[in-house]
Nanobody, 127 residues
Framework: VQLQASGGGLVQAGGSLSLSCSGS????????VGWFRQAPGKELEFVAA????????FYADFVKGRFTIARDTAENTMTLHMNSLKPADTAVYYC?????????????????????WGQGTQVTVSS
C-alpha cells in the first residue's frame, strides 16, 4: 500500500488542524494505520493508531483529549484531528501502516512495527 499524508501547515497555539493519510494500492481496512511525528533534533515518536479491525484506537498520553483519529474505509483515508495545539506539537507528521496483528498492543506504539510509510507533512504551531 502507498500512503500519502497531507494537511500540514502553520497554526497558532490553541488552534486546530486536521491531517489526512490517503492509501492506495491496497485494501486500507486490512491495515492498522498509525501516526508518528518527529520534531527537530528529536526521535520519531508515536502519536496515535487505529487497528485494522477498528476495534482498538491507541493514543500517546501527550495527545489524549486533544487529538482524535478517524478512518474512512470507503475513501481509504485516515484523518488525524488535532485540537488545542501547542508549540510542542511542532513536528513533521508521518502516517504508517502495517498488516501485522499483535496480541500485545505495545507493538502498535513502535515505529518498527509499521511496514509502509508516507512522506511527512510539516505542522508548525506558533506561540
Amino acid at each position: 500500500v502507498q500512503l500519502q499524508a497531507s494537511g500540514g501547515g502553520l497554526v497558532q497555539a490553541g488552534g486546530s488542524l486536521s491531517l489526512s493519510c490517503s492509501g492506495s494500492g491496497g485494501i486500507f481496512s486490512d491495515y492498522t494505520v498509525g501516526w508518528f511525528r518527529q520534531a527537530p533534533g528529536k526521535e520519531l515518536e508515536f502519536v496515535a493508531a487505529d487497528s485494522w479491525s477498528g476495534q482498538y484506537i491507541f493514543y500517546a498520553d501527550f495527545v489524549k483529549g486533544r487529538f482524535t483519529i478517524a478512518r474512512d474505509t470507503a475513501e481509504n483515508t485516515m484523518t488525524l484531528h488535532m485540537n488545542s495545539l501547542k508549540p510542542a506539537d511542532t513536528a513533521v507528521y508521518y502516517c504508517a501502516a502495517t498488516r501485522g496483528s499483535y496480541v500485545d498492543s505495545r507493538h502498535y506504539y513502535l515505529a518498527g512495527t509499521y511496514d509502509y510509510w508516507g512522506q511527512g507533512t510539516q505542522v508548525t504551531v506558533s506561540s
